[in-house]
Every structure is written in C-alpha cells, then in structure tokens.
C-alpha cells in the first residue's frame, strides 16, 4: 500500500515538473511573422514580445520576416496556415486599417484576422534630413512654399499613415511635396539620413535614435500629444494643423477561424507579456507609449473604428499609390 501511495506520489511530482508553464497555450515552437523588413518597428515589436513569451511559454518564438505589398504577403500567408496558434502575426495597425484602402491584398482585415493583443503605440514624427534648411515645422513649411515642386517627401510604404501625413499636409498647408515610397523605415531613412531625400513622416520607433544621434532633424510631432521623450518639440496641431494626428498601435492577430477558447488563451497570454515590467521597460526604451489591455471585443472595435477612420481620409484627401 505504501509504494503505491509513493509511486502515485512521484507520478504526480513528475507530471508536474514536466508541465509546461501555467501560461503555455501550445508545447510546440511558436512562428511569429512579420510583414516587414527587420529592423523596422513591427520588428523591433516582434522580437521583444518574442523573447518574452517564449519564456512564459517555455517553448521558441521564432521571427519570420514576410515584408512586401503592403503587409499582404504576410497576412496571406498567415491565413493559409491552421488556425491553432502555432502561427500569429505581429503587425502594426497600418497593414490592416490602412493600407487596404489603396492597395487590394486579398484579404478583409475586418473579416479575415482578429486581433489578439494591441500592445504599444508608436507615433508619427515630421523629421527631415540633417542638411534641409530648416530647424522646425514652420521653417520647413515654408521653405516648401517657397520651393514648389523642388521638395520630395518619403514614406515607408505607398498606402500608409507616412504618405498620409504628408498628402493631408500638402492639402492643408498648400503644398505641393512629392512622394516617393520605400518598402520599409530602414530603407527610407538611409536616404533621408543621406539627404537624397529631405522630408519624411515616420514612427518614433524607428526615428528615435537617428533623432539622438544628429542623423536626422525632427520637426514636429504629427500625433495628438507631445511625446515625453521629445517635451519640447510641438505637435503640428498646435502649429494649426489638427488633421495631422497618426499614431500606430502594434499587436499580435490571428485568423478570425481561430476557436474563441484559443484566442482567449493566446490573449492571457500576450497581456501577460505586455504587462511584464522588463518587457515594458524595452518597449518604452525605443519610443513605443504602452497601452492599457484591451478585451478582444474592444481590440476588434478599436480596428473597426480606425478602419473607418482612414477611409474618410482616403476619401477626403484623394489619397493614392502615388
């Protein structure tokens, strides 16, 4: 009787130290993709929360790179896979509320994906090259004004929030800026930084440390709020420019045939990431503002709304490719 009761015993601890972890939604590794190049803020994203919930989950995260026609690569591909969280996507809010309002990428982002965590924001800066003459916004402004036809500005994609900003500026502020696109923020800063291109509206991920190095000049913040990292460069809606107001949330998203018991499983799971102290701390280290959690009905609505809201300003604006 006692080596049974001692045998059920050490069953029983063993099963348990072979357990994965309380927080472990699947024991096999895990693929997170990414819709862009690395090094760009998707990236810098999907390789913190990575690194984190592989410890929390006790199995690898591994990052996949996916980048091209505006994020529908990945999404393409993450929808071809089974919908049993072994595959997520990381991606920034632009892929799926911008982006398919210019550019069809065979898929609905409002049918096709759920979101399962929105994680940090990061917000749009006007930032120019070292060598442009001008020191703020106004200066910039003007110098464009004064030089019309002759100013070029990047984006780092055709259908995004970078070539938003700038088409809402020209509208508002009676310029006439020339896009060029790049596949991505590396490749588009390389060039602002070089001053083949002066002008550029990018995320604070990806600008702050150029910004910190004198690699590039930043103008003006183009979100709603001054950011804390930059407290005393102005927003362009103090500079009378309210339409300028972009900011990316950056999350994890699934298939929509994902079963709700997973995805609320993979939900626990990313907000525990979000929520860790260290991880925060990475995250506002390279410009990301966290957010408060979100329930996955919220987080759906949350899309929907800015879904909604960059249509009317494709609309209004008369934004295209090119």
């Known amino acids: 009787m006692k080596r049974a009761a001692i045998a059920s015993l050490l069953t029983a601890a063993l099963a348990v130290l072979g357990a994965p972890p309380a927080a472990a939604f699947t024991d096999k590794p895990l693929k997170m993709i990414v819709p862009a190049p690395p090094g760009g803020t998707i990236d810098v994203m999907a390789r913190i929360v990575g690194d984190q919930l592989s410890r929390d989950i006790g199995q690898p995260v591994v990052v996949e790179n996916k980048p091209g026609a505006g994020g529908s690569i990945a999404a393409r591909y993450l929808l071809a896979q ?20 210019v550019l069809k990428g065979g898929f609905d982002p409002l049918k096709d994906v759920k979101p399962l965590s929105l994680m940090a924001r990061s917000s749009m800066l006007f930032i120019a090259s070292p060598q442009f003459p001008a020191k703020d916004a106004k200066e910039a402004i003007a110098y464009v004004k004064a030089h019309p036809g002759q100013v070029s500005f990047a984006s780092y994609s055709a259908g995004t929030a970078s070539q938003y900003a700038g088409a809402i500026l020209n509208k508002a502020a009676g310029l006439d800026m020339q896009h060029v696109p790049y596949p991505g923020s590396a490749p588009a800063l390389a060039q602002v930084m070089g001053g083949q291109i002066p002008l550029m509206f990018d995320g604070a991920v990806t600008s702050k440390a150029p910004i910190a190095a004198g690699k590039v000049r930043l ?4 979100a709603k709020a001054r950011l804390p990292d930059f407290p005393g460069v102005p927003t362009l809606a103090e500079l009378g420019y309210p339409e300028l ?17 997973l995805a609320e499983k993979i939900h626990a799971a990313l907000q525990k990431v979000a929520a860790n102290p260290a991880v925060r701390e990475r995250l506002v280290g390279v410009g990301f503002e966290p957010m408060a959690e979100r329930s996955l009905a919220q987080a759906q609505g949350e899309l929907r709304e800015e879904y909604d809201r960059n249509a009317e300003i494709v609309r209004t604006f008369g934004i295209k490719l090119n």
């Open 82 to 101: 089974p919908a049993d969280g072994q595959t997520l996507m990381v991606t920034a809010s632009n892929v799926l509320t911008e982006v398919p309002h």
């Open 219 to 222: 103008l003006a913040i183009a």
């Open 245 to 261: 107001n972009f900011s990316n949330w950056v999350g994890v998203i699934a298939s929509s045939q994902m079963p709700a018991p």
